[in-house]
């Protein structure tokens, strides 16, 4: 796989899927060379615009397609678990979108299938790439930081069910599932250490949508290090998840890819990384893990216990 162009078949051509299709524009050797999504002249449009040979609505049409070595799969949070074993089975390598599931027994299957087979299986963490929380990363690692707590907000206001494009959606989006998910599995990777304990408080269940529109989430890792997470469908303000990182010597706010200081004075992250786009980044690593035969950072392994503190947040809100 050293040189070769890489074919990837991208399955969800919305809002997230685009990210992807711009991303790779920017990167060597890799191609997309069949688009699958659920509506056909939408998918037919997409395709136009970005030179893509080969559309379908089936994922299983693309996956027969002996020339496609990866799949990226940016399709709703249901059918992620489902279709990333799809791949694996059909010998594809495979990036899904975050959550990786929206239930723990299928996630580890997930896990143990990429086992089984050896291929690159990964998640799009895309909080681990982000050249903001990257230049975090590189002070804790080489021993200049250390986080005592993190402070994040993730705020949208969704009370019709719209997706990032501002079209209506076929699925329900999730706080603790998806936007959640971006939390947890940075704040064990920032803090170097595993959750030990995590609590979670939610408010009423919206009498349509059947999902809690407002939840707080209590996080301590093995370390000591703590993390309070507050999210929101229903604030009417500045859109998107800030992070602040409370540590021995310093304050730092992340606001995707941007990052401050607790002045609010500008940190040049320009040069963390080859650009400045996260989504970029996580398909970056997931086309160098599959040429060098590695493991990416984000795989389904590494991203698994993530989705353990989720699922006994979930029992936790159930009962």
């Known amino acids: 796989m050293s040189n070769k162009t890489i074919k990837v078949a991208l399955a969800g051509a919305g809002a997230f899927g685009i990210k992807h299709l711009d991303g790779i524009k920017r990167i060597d050797s890799v191609e997309v060379v069949s688009l699958v999504s659920r509506d056909l002249d939408k998918t037919r449009e997409v395709a136009a615009k970005y030179g893509i040979g080969h559309v379908t609505t089936e994922l299983a049409e693309s996956l027969a397609l002996p020339e496609v070595d990866a799949v990226i799969l940016c399709t709703p949070t249901q ?7 799809a791949c694996l ?30 291929l690159v299986a990964m998640c799009g963490h895309t909080r681990r790439f982000n050249p903001s929380h990257q230049w975090v990363h590189k002070r804790i690692e080489a021993g200049e930081f250390n986080i005592q707590q993190m402070d994040v907000q993730t705020y949208f206001f969704r009370r019709t069910n ?13 706080l603790l599932w998806h936007h959640a998910a971006h939390t947890v599995d940075l704040f064990a990777y920032q803090a170097g250490s595993p959750i030990v304990k995590a609590n979670a408080i939610q408010g009423p269940i919206h009498p349509t949508l059947g999902i809690a529109m407002d939840m707080s989430i209590q996080l301590k890792a093995a370390n000591g290090a703590i993390c309070t997470l507050s999210l929101s469908f229903n604030n009417d303000g500045p859109l998107g998840t800030f992070f602040r ?17 607790g002045k609010e004075e500008k940190i040049d992250v320009s040069k963390v990384d080859v650009s400045m786009n996260g989504i970029e980044l996580q398909d970056r690593e997931f ?11 984000a795989s389904v392994a590494q991203v698994l216990p993530c989705y353990r503190v989720l699922q006994q947040l979930e029992q936790q809100l159930a009962a």
């Open 79 to 85: 059918m992620h678990a489902a279709q990333a074993k």
């Open 89 to 118: 089975e059909a010998g594809k390598h495979v990036q899904v979108e975050i959550p990786l599931c929206d239930s723990l027994a299928a996630g580890e299957e997930v896990v143990a299938l990429q086992k089984k087979t050896g």
């Open 162 to 174: 719209m997706n990032a494009l501002g079209e209506p959606r076929s699925w329900t989006d999730h």
């Open 245 to 261: 990182y409370i540590g021995d010597n310093g304050t730092y706010i992340a606001r995707y890819d941007d990052l401050v200081d």
């Open 287 to 297: 086309f160098a893990a599959i040429r060098q035969g590695r493991e990416p950072n």
